[in-house]
């Protein structure tokens, strides 16, 4: 089941750089897409999300933006601190799936001091 | 602010018990998850609940593993007899049912089947 898919496994940026973490996806009926954000011994913590009917969001540091003609969509960490350093999942939900997320694998991001 | 919790941190069992996993998800919550990620793969969906019955589950949960809502604040899902193979993080997630519905996770519990 690979309907959402997280290609980078691992990604290193500089502190107070931007860091982009990419996401794609297969299912044309998600209606939902959510970022977590998930450290060690810990458990997924809800970062941001977007609506099918928006291409972009933002919360303080952190933009999502949804490319519904690619199935694509990607976070944007701006500035990047150290305690950002975590394993970031994305998730979808289908609107015909009841209330079900399809996670990706998820990508390691290390920022650097 | 409010969040869900799991107990136990850390379970170890030996093939073929059951175990239980107990969540108390956040209080206004409707809708309740269980998820788990074998080490090393992705977050699987197992089962969501609402309104004291189960609304999706995925092939995973198969007739060994059951939740229940026993009390007005546990979420509870049973493993009848374990398998190796059943080794992993289980977590809870509660969401409101209302709005954009986010879900919102626990900690988890780490199953250890020997």
């Known amino acids: 089941d690979q309907q959402v898919k997280q290609n980078s496994p691992s990604l290193s940026v500089q502190e107070g750089r931007i860091s982009i973490l990419n996401c794609d996806y297969t299912n044309s009926m998600f209606d939902y897409f959510l970022w977590y954000k998930k450290y060690p011994a810990e458990g997924p913590t809800f970062l941001i999300s977007i609506s099918s009917i928006k291409d972009k969001n933002e919360d303080g540091r952190f933009t999502v933006f949804l490319n519904k003609s690619a199935k694509h969509l990607s976070l944007h960490i701006v500035p990047s601190q150290p305690g950002d350093s975590a394993v970031y999942f994305c998730?979808?939900?289908?609107?015909?799936?009841?209330?079900?997320?399809?996670f990706g694998q998820g990508t390691r991001l290390t920022i650097n001091p | 602010e409010p969040e869900v919790t799991q107990t136990p941190s850390h379970q170890v069992t030996q093939m073929g018990q059951e175990v239980i996993l107990r969540c108390v998800p956040i209080s206004n919550h409707l809708y309740f998850y269980w998820y788990r990620q074998i080490l090393g793969q992705k977050v699987e969906f197992l089962v969501s609940?609402?309104?004291?019955?189960?609304?999706?589950k995925s092939e995973i949960f198969d007739d060994q593993f059951s939740v229940e809502r026993p009390d007005g604040s546990n979420f509870t899902l049973k493993i009848r007899s374990t398998k190796l193979e059943d080794s992993a993080m289980y977590f809870c997630?509660?969401?409101?049912?209302?709005?954009?519905?986010?879900?919102?996770f626990g900690p988890g519990t780490r199953l250890t089947v020997l």
């Open positions: 997630a509660s969401s409101s049912g209302t709005g954009v519905d986010t879900q919102y």
């Open positions: 609940f609402y309104n004291n019955e189960i609304s999706e």
């Open positions: 998730a979808a939900r289908d609107l015909q799936g009841a209330q079900k997320l399809v």
